[in-house]
């Protein structure tokens, strides 16, 4: 198999892998199935998965991807810090129905009806920063080193979807939580923020900008 054809083919399993994480909640909230249920037999193997093509990357020598992988995966986590410098904030003033990583923790370790433990609180944030790291590689192996702005348009893109997610009708706030005062603004200042990192560091940190078919 031709070697651009092969590293394409890695490329495309990381992207569907990491696609998995983010859709998670929503999917849940929609009614597929329970958290403890896909983080078991989706997350886990996504993240075995992505981490066995970066292994793979590193002994074929295909320098180009395995730098995407881990750039997308450090932007995409100090993103997250910048968002939750925003978010959290914003859920403490009450312009947010909930604290989002927390949530997530309780439905993963299967203890909404017991409510949230330092445990579950952490695997909550600690899925919240997989999440980041996804979306993150998701931008540099599509995109690669583009301007920073790109990182924007990019991280607006997924604020929009998470608004008009099943996650936020589930909470009962209208549409793209229009109901709850200050929701939408804490949203998307909070993905700007995530997208500007994001969007330079990928920039800074990587050596192409070449789309993902000229690989």
Do not use: C
Not at 5 to 12: G, M, T, V
Not at 22 to 29: E, I
Not at 102 to 130: A, C, D, E, Q
Not at 178 to 186: D, K, L, R, T, W
């Amino acid at each position: 198999m031709d070697k651009r054809i092969y590293r394409i083919i890695l490329a495309l399993v990381v992207l569907a892998m990491a696609g998995i994480s983010p859709n998670l909640y929503p999917a849940a909230m929609a009614g597929y199935g329970g958290m403890p249920f896909f983080s078991k037999w989706l997350l886990i193997p996504s993240i075995i998965i992505i981490l066995a093509v970066f292994i793979i990357t590193k002994v074929k020598n295909y320098d180009k991807l395995s730098r995407r992988i881990w750039v997308g995966v450090i932007a995409g986590m100090i993103g997250t810090i910048g968002l939750e410098i925003i978010r959290y904030p914003g859920f403490r003033l009450g312009w947010m129905p909930g604290d989002l990583p927390k949530l997530l923790g309780v439905l993963i370790t299967n203890r909404f009806m017991v409510g949230p433990s330092t445990g579950s609180t952490i695997v909550g944030y600690l899925y919240h920063f997989w999440n980041g790291a996804a979306f993150g590689m998701i931008y540099t192996i599509v995109l690669g080193r583009k301007s920073w702005w790109w990182g924007i348009v990019y991280a607006l893109l997924i604020g929009t979807g998470f608004l008009l997610s099943p996650a936020v009708k589930a909470m009962g706030i209208g549409f793209m939580g229009s109901q709850q005062a200050g929701m939408i603004e804490v949203v998307y200042v909070a993905h700007i923020v995530f997208g500007s990192i994001l969007g330079y560091l990928a920039y800074k940190w990587l050596h192409s900008n070449s789309w993902l078919l000229k690989m």
